[in-house]
């Protein structure tokens, strides 16, 4: 199951965490303005509070520490310090340092986006340890007039030959082949067994030669002066042709060149369709057997398919509408973030697909920034109009489209439970169910343009 029929927006967190007590270290705050979203904090703490909080976890460290020639517990504060000082200073003042930006910031009442980078400032007074911390913090999200936004919103109706179409593809699913007589030539729906070789300029390519393979007339599985060429032949013939592949064709090494090939036509079969009646219902788990209520089950699975196909439709033209209409600065450091979980998705594709050393593939942060930009401005604007809105989603609204979904399934209380029983699989249905209140509210507001599109438009889209 999937609940991913979302636009893959990304919504932030409203605010960072940053409901840590006072501390009564922290100077007055000031906050310096850089470029666009950036800014600048200096953070002031004394030395001496590092000292005794460094020494005071190595004291508390000395109790269970162990060491050759000593017992647990008297290991002296010497061995304790050279052994483990510098890595307890270290988480000393990661702890400190951590603490004071996120005092200064609460205090300040920013919203950061992403990690401080913190660096030591020269120059501190005596006692004192101070540091930079430049960030970037979340824009203010100004949301257009929606009534000056248009969008459109497609329909598309389930008709009789959108069923009868459904119905012959379940037909060829189980299809039967015979042989045709030998004096039969190969016929349009014919399965034929042929064996083949090509050449471009006298020699041959990756892919050119075959034996014994199949394809079936008429069906598109190969290219069309291909399947012209063995159209008409009889078993025992054989015919030169020339082809020319298109200049798009997927094996880029012959992409655009013409080639000549040869073809022997070895077996033609002709496919026997099952009789659209109460066996082929039957078989297709309809339990009354008829052929009215096959049809009719067919038209509920279409009507469940097609009404998923143009909400993600019209929620795409409604997401697109949001992005123009809002104006905000884009953190760089989430459009950074963002990027990099698309070349960590992508590599883990190439990894699924067997390419080998996917993980070290070099993957230029160029290809993804403009889509992890639009992504993490579309999550900004989303997110602002459901606060503003009250557009979250509910309870009921949940439970809902999981059974919704599960109606496709053999069993699908199973499934309902399948989502319910596991935190991730429910956030991924929260995040369409937010969409989906997000898109009916902007419809509602829009000017709304409405398109019928045909059946075989939307499948294909």
Known sequence: ????????????????????????????????NLEKLERRITLT?????????????????????????????????????Q???????????NDKVGRAFADATNEAKLRVAGAPRIAEKEGAAEGELAFDATFEVYPDVKLGDLSLAEVERVSTEVTEAAIDKTLDILRKQRRTFALRAQTEAAAEGDRVTIDFEGKIDGEPFEGNKAEAFQFIVGEGQMLGAFEDAVRGMKVGDSKTFPLQFPADYQGKDVAGKEADFMV??????????????????????????TVEALRADIKRNLEREVKFRVLARNKGAVMDALVKAAELDVPEILVNGETERMIEAAREDLKKRGVKDADKAPIPAEIFKPQAERRVRLGLVVAELVRANNLQAKAEQLQAHIEEMAQSYEKPSEVVRWYLGDRQRMAEVEAVVVENNVTKFVLDQAKVVDKALAFDELMQS
Do not use: C, W
């Open 1 to 32: 199951p999937d609940a991913s029929d979302g636009v893959g927006v990304r919504v932030p967190p409203r605010a960072p965490a940053t409901n840590l007590e006072s501390s009564p270290n922290i100077m007055a705050v000031n906050v310096e």
């Open 45 to 81: 703490l004394p030395a001496s509070a590092i000292t005794q909080e460094v020494e005071s976890r190595l004291r508390k460290l000395a109790r269970t520490v162990k060491a050759a020639g000593f017992r647990p517990g008297k290991v002296p504060m010497s061995v304790v310090t």
């Open 83 to 93: 052994r483990y000082g510098y890595s307890v200073h270290y988480e000393v003042m």
């Open 264 to 289: 022997t036509l070895k077996k033609v079969e002709a496919q026997h369709l099952p009789e659209v009646n109460e066996a082929l219902a039957k078989s297709l788990g309809i339990k009354d057997g």
